[in-house]
C-alpha cells in the first residue's frame, strides 16, 4: 500500500511537472534589454501586461504559462512579462487599459502588430499566435538590418 501512494504520488508530480506548475515560459522584465536582444536575435517581441491583482492573469500564470505547447510557440519571440503596477508608464506607452493585454512588437520600431486582451486558454494562445506571420512582426528587418534607429 505505501508503494502505491509513492508511486501514485511520483505520477502527481510528473503531472504538475508537465503543466499546471511553474511557469515554463523564460519572462524578461526589462523591455529595453529584451528589445535589444529581440534586434541581434530577429525575434519579435512578446508582451504580456499582467498584475498580480488580476484574477485573469493568475489563471493564465497556472494554466497557460506552465503549458510546454505556449513555451514552444514563444520560442520564436523574446517574451517580457510587464507587471502594470510596477512599470504603469510601459503600460500608458502602449495604451493597455484591460489586462491581461498580449501583444507582439517590432523591435525595430515598436509597431504593435497584434494584440489581444483577456485570458486565453494555452490552445487558444498557441492559436493566437500562430496567426501572426513573422514576416510581419519583422516587417523592417532585413539583411541590412533597420533603416534608421529610434
Not at 77 to 102: C, E, K, N, R
Request: with cysteine; hydrophobic share 45%; net charge negative.
Amino acid at each position: 500500500m505505501v508503494l502505491f501512494v509513492l508511486l501514485a504520488l511520483g505520477a502527481l508530480g510528473l503531472v504538475l511537472h508537465q503543466g499546471g506548475g511553474h511557469p515554463l515560459v523564460p519572462w524578461r522584465s526589462d523591455v529595453a534589454s529584451a528589445r535589444q536582444v529581440a534586434m541581434q536575435s530577429g525575434k519579435p517581441l512578446f508582451l504580456n501586461f499582467n498584475a498580480s491583482w488580476c484574477g485573469p492573469c493568475q489563471w493564465m500564470q497556472s494554466n497557460t504559462w506552465t503549458d510546454r505547447s505556449v513555451a514552444q510557440a514563444l520560442d520564436g519571440f523574446v517574451p517580457v512579462a510587464i507587471d502594470i503596477d510596477a512599470q504603469p508608464g510601459l503600460a500608458a506607452q502602449y495604451h493597455v487599459s484591460v489586462i491581461p493585454t498580449m501583444m507582439v512588437i517590432d523591435p525595430h520600431t515598436g509597431a504593435v502588430v497584434k494584440q489581444t486582451e483577456g485570458a486565453l486558454s494555452p490552445e487558444d494562445f498557441v492559436h493566437w499566435l500562430g496567426q501572426i506571420p513573422l514576416h510581419h512582426a519583422l516587417a523592417s528587418s532585413g539583411p541590412s538590418g533597420p533603416s534608421g534607429g529610434s
